[in-house]
């Protein structure tokens, strides 16, 4: 079982720490709250906790169609080139006068989660081995405590970012502000985009 926990708890912390559209948003959020890890973190559960249990259900399958994988990368990647528009374009304000984009952290995990075609697939193939060897060392009842551990990494995680770069932005200065926003909006076109580009290159191999 602790060689079972340890494995999800390494593979979950690894998963989280690596930079990615959720990361940049939460490193946005964070100049603004210190409680925005926490936030993005709940956003987050609500479609990956829904999305580990259809995984374990066998319901897999229907993530496996070539056309809604494309669809989910298309859609997806747009909206999260769009939010990284919107940031690029509101970065003056944010920086300066203080101000906060339209949606709030809660709402940016959750479309960082649902909006990533790659973090659904990602689910549904290591994901799903790493539950299902979670299962057969505790137990069914291991369910539960997987998905809790699980998320308690991205909550540890996440929550220690959003307090770090909350106590420390007030010192870097207006400026300084101004190009992390700069460079968090290139990261989410940056990452949409080679969603968008990465789904169609899916499809057309196998089309």
């Not at 080139?81 to 984009?101: C, I, P």
């Not at 932005?169 to 968008?196: D, M, N, P, R, T």
Request: aromatic fraction near 16%; hydrophobic fraction near 60%.
């Amino acid at each position: 079982m602790l060689a079972a926990l340890g494995t999800v708890i390494v593979t979950s912390l690894s998963g989280v720490m690596m930079p990615g559209p959720m990361f940049a948003v939460t490193i946005a959020k964070s100049m603004k709250s210190p409680w925005a890890g926490v936030l993005v973190a709940l956003g987050h559960a609500v479609v990956e906790v829904p999305l580990i249990i259809l995984v374990y259900f066998g319901l897999a399958n229907f993530f496996h169609n070539e056309i809604l994988k494309l669809i989910l990368s298309v859609l997806g990647g747009g909206m999260i080139v769009w939010m990284g528009y919107d940031m690029f374009r509101a970065r003056q304000k944010l920086a300066r006068e203080g101000k906060d984009t339209k949606y709030n952290a809660f709402v940016a995990g959750i479309a960082m989660s649902g909006l990533n075609a790659f973090f659904i697939v990602w689910w549904l193939t290591v994901g799903s081995l790493l539950i299902m060897q979670f299962v057969e060392a505790v137990g069914v009842w291991g369910i539960p405590f997987f998905i809790i551990v699980h998320w308690l990494c991205d909550l540890v995680w996440l929550t220690f970012v959003s307090f770090t770069i909350f106590k420390t932005h007030k010192f870097w200065g207006e400026k300084v502000q101004e190009w992390v926003f700069i460079i968090l909006s290139l990261a989410l076109l940056y990452f949409g985009g080679q969603f968008i580009v990465k789904g169609i290159i899916a499809y057309v191999q196998v089309a």
